[in-house]
């Protein structure tokens, strides 16, 4: 059986050292941010090249934070339209929607399933404020003609970099140091992932740190002094304890994703199965690898049979689920197209070669 992602696996790798880590962390006894969370922000914000890091609860309070904290310092205002890929994972749009802002479901570009930076201009309106781009999938979405679009409209951009923490671009920036903020997920299933829920915002911008370092703890920085409105959305100290015995890994993780994916676009050969643009550089961290197929089940059955896992990345686009009801009359047909017929095969830092070659050769034969 090939796993389509074996997490008990992927964290084996480092058992000693979290075993280490947790003896020390109860003999400590500090369990709520601390030096853990600390020096997990600092180890991050060193990686990621950026000036701030803020550990979260989870990407989606990462999001939804960036957002509030702009409302706070009155860059943005409810009501605010916010630019979103249309095919993204729910909680982009959800982000902006529970910050009181309005989403802007923009389609993607077919090529590489990021949004299509033609259609953005198309979608601005004088309420237009902020354009959120998703690295959808772990690939950079086309930061330099969206930063270019959002001087010329004066717009925020923020980044969903949950799928894509290492990726860099030609001159060397990583995912969360691209646009204004950034917000990251550490869900155990992403490139780098904790042993529970937990995520981070990185940033450049000193008064957006403080409002986040404030509205993640209760609207305080001092024990009982409440500044602002704040909420619960601390990064658990053990989960940035674990995440930062791990980060040290990340890079050379995302090398083997991409040795794979390689493999991949270089020996699936059936005319039936569609792979992925992939340039070949650092930019792309494989978070998922997707093929393109016109009748999914087909596939997945006879994959399934030959006992290699998939997922699909999305089966449902958030614009036709029932939550987003409001937006369902949109006219997407490119985010529809790509989530009829998207599969994910597996691809993790233990995928063996010899899991790949299988994998190669059954869809080679299908
Ligand atoms: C995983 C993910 C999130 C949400 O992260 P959680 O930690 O699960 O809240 C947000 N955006 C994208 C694109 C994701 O893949």
């Not at 860059?75 to 979103?84: Q, S, T």
């Not at 937990?198 to 500044?227: F, H, M, P, Q, W």
């Not at 949109?330 to 994998?359: C, M």
Request: glycine share 6%; aromatic share 8%; hydrophobic share 40%.
């Amino acid at each position: 059986m090939i796993k389509f992602l074996d997490l008990q696996a992927i964290n084996a790798r480092y058992e000693t050292a979290f075993q280490e880590k947790f003896s020390q962390f109860l003999k400590e006894g500090h369990y709520i941010l601390g030096p853990e969370t600390e020096s997990f922000e600092a180890n991050f914000a060193a990686y990621c090249g950026t000036k701030y890091t803020i550990g979260v609860s989870n990407g989606l309070d990462a999001l939804i934070l960036i957002f509030k904290s702009y409302i706070a310092l009155g860059k943005l205002n409810p009501g605010d339209e916010v630019i979103v890929p249309a095919n993204t994972f729910i909680a982009s749009i959800l982000g902006i929607i529970h910050a009181d802002l309005k989403p802007v479901l923009v389609e993607p570009d077919e090529k590489t399933f990021n949004i299509n930076t033609a259609e953005i201009e198309k979608q601005i309106t004088p309420k237009t404020k902020a354009i959120l781009v998703v690295h959808l999938y772990g690939q950079l979405a086309d930061m330099n003609k969206i930063l270019q679009i959002a001087k010329k409209h004066q717009l925020l951009v923020i980044e969903d970099a949950a799928q894509a923490h290492g990726a860099q671009n030609n001159d060397g920036l990583k995912a969360g140091n691209l646009a204004d903020a950034a917000a990251f997920s550490f869900y155990p299933g992403k490139n780098l992932g904790a042993l529970g829920d937990a995520g981070a915002i990185t940033t450049n911008d000193k008064d957006l740190a403080t409002v986040i370092t404030e509205l993640r703890n209760y609207g305080s920085t001092e024990k009982y002094v409440n500044t602002r409105l704040g909420f619960n959305n601390r990064l658990d100290a053990l989960q940035a304890a674990f995440l930062s015995i791990k980060l040290p890994h990340l890079d050379a993780d995302n090398s083997r994703r991409r040795d794979i994916a390689n493999r991949y676009q270089g020996e699936i050969k059936n005319l039936k199965i569609g792979l992925p643009f992939y340039d070949g550089s650092k930019n792309h961290v494989f978070h998922v690898f997707i093929i393109r197929v016109e009748n999914r089940e087909s596939l997945d059955n006879y994959l399934k049979e030959s006992k290699v896992e998939t997922l699909t990345h999305y089966p449902i686009p958030p614009h036709k689920q029932e939550a987003l009801k409001l937006y369902s009359n949109l006219h997407l047909p490119i985010t529809e197209s790509i989530h009829n017929t998207v599969l994910s095969i597996p691809i993790s830092p233990i995928t063996t070669d010899s899991e790949v070659s299988k994998v190669i050769n059954l869809l080679n034969a299908y």
